[in-house]
Nanobody, 123 residues
Framework: QVQLVESGGGLVQAGGSLRLSCAAS????????MGWFRQAPGKEREFVAA????????YYADSVKGRFTISRDNAKNTVYLQMNSLKPEDTAVYYC????????????????WGQGTQVTVSS
């Protein structure tokens, strides 16, 4: 089992930056692809970014491509989401998640989830 704890959320002005972290428990972190999702009030949870086991391949939603960067440090059991040029529409609760396989684009394929961290971008 993997436990995930996100941190780094907060309030930032439009155009600013935040770096989210997701710390994973256990010794099997490197066996999981990792993803970030977000959910805004009244909206469905949506895919933001994902990274493969080794970190070699990354994937992004079109809405964040070029602004967000996902990375991981398997030695520290941590995955990061660097968010630059933030917009008010990026406001949401951000979740990290772990998957052993399947489509990294679909939240249904993820086995473990963190509790979420709030990101609020003011205009």
């Amino acid at each position: 089992q993997v436990q995930l704890v996100e941190s780094g959320g907060g309030l930032v002005q439009a155009g600013g930056s935040l770096r989210l972290s997701c710390a994973a428990s256990g010794r099997t972190f490197s066996r999981y692809a990792m993803g970030w999702f977000r959910q805004a009030p009244g909206k469905e949870r949506e895919f933001v970014a994902a990274i493969t086991l080794s970190g070699r391949n990354t994937y992004y939603a079109d809405s964040v491509k070029g602004r967000f960067t996902i990375s991981r440090d398997n030695a520290k059991n941590t995955v990061y989401l660097q968010m630059n040029s933030l917009k008010p529409e990026d406001t949401a609760v951000y979740y990290c998640a772990a998957t052993r396989g399947g489509s990294i684009w679909s939240s249904e394929e993820y086995d473990y989830w963190g509790q979420g961290t709030q990101v609020t971008v003011s205009s």
